[in-house]
T-cell receptor, first 115, second 112 residues
Framework: DGGITQSPKYLFRKEGQNVTLGCEQN?????MYWYRQDPGQGLRLIYY???????QKGDIAEGYSVSREKKESFPLTVTSAQKNPTAFYLC??????????????FGSGTQLSVL | KNQVEQSPQSLIILEGKNCTLQ??????????LRWYKQDTGRGPVSLTI?????NTKSNGRYTATLDADTKQSSLHITASQLSDSASYIC???????????FGTGTLLAVQP
């Protein structure tokens, strides 16, 4: 069953705690992305990676970190520096960024809440 | 400023009826425009991608139109079904960095 798997579906963070959201894809896509979705707002890009061992900051990278050690995996860590982490987090992938009409495939999302 | 605005914010229709969702954008330069369907608590799923030269594109009961001159797009849903209840997001790729700019979505509820 091809696609993008995000884990866990729900996550709770205590104050001062770092938490990691998982994202795995078996689509053999080069590019992967993390977006944040808040009620009443459009999706905002946190980080993206076009190739293994390389990633770039998006529009709202502060308080977040990522790694891309394997092509299939792109975990996102929400650090204690992110003061307002409650949101729906979406991981996405595409074949690459070279084609302007590249279709973006999304995972099912992780809802992060603060205790 | 590059922006994507959608209307209405929310819409309720009866099953079997048609509806049209609107998207206006100010993104320049323009690469393409996408419509996504997002079920509650799920990730968005692509419906259509339209480039500058495409006026109309269909995907089953979904038909998207694009007027690049007026920078407007619409998504028409024909013979709505209960499963069409979702948020519909308009996304424009473009701007100086050719990135994706997301609208806030139209929340559609189809009632029996």
């Amino acid at each position: 069953d091809g696609g993008i798997t995000q884990s866990p579906k729900y996550l709770f963070r205590k104050e001062g705690q770092n938490v990691t959201l998982g994202c795995e894809q078996n689509l053999n896509h080069d590019a992967m992305y993390w977006y944040r979705q808040d009620p009443g707002q459009g999706l905002r890009l946190i980080y993206y990676s076009q190739i293994v061992n390389d990633f770039q900051k998006g529009d709202i990278a502060e308080g977040y970190s990522v790694s891309r050690e394997k092509k299939e995996s792109f975990p996102l860590t929400v650090t204690s520096a992110q003061k307002n982490p409650t949101a729906f987090y979406l991981c996405a992938s595409s074949k690459g960024q070279t084609s302007t009409n590249e279709k973006l495939f999304f995972g099912s999302g992780t809802q992060l809440s603060v205790l | 400023k590059n922006q994507v605005e959608q209307s209405p914010q929310s819409l309720i229709i009866l099953e079997g009826k048609n509806c049209t969702l609107q998207c206006n954008y100010t993104v320049s330069p323009f690469s393409n425009l996408r419509w996504y369907k997002q079920d509650t608590g799920r990730g968005p799923v692509s419906l259509t991608i339209m480039t500058f030269s495409e006026n109309t594109k269909s995907n089953g009961r979904y038909t998207a139109t694009l007027d690049a001159d007026t920078k407007q797009s619409s998504l028409h849903i024909t013979a709505s079904q209960l499963s069409d209840s979702a948020s519909y997001i308009c996304v424009v790729k473009g701007g100086a960095t050719n990135k994706l700019i997301f609208g806030t979505g139209t929340l559609l509820a189809v009632q029996p």
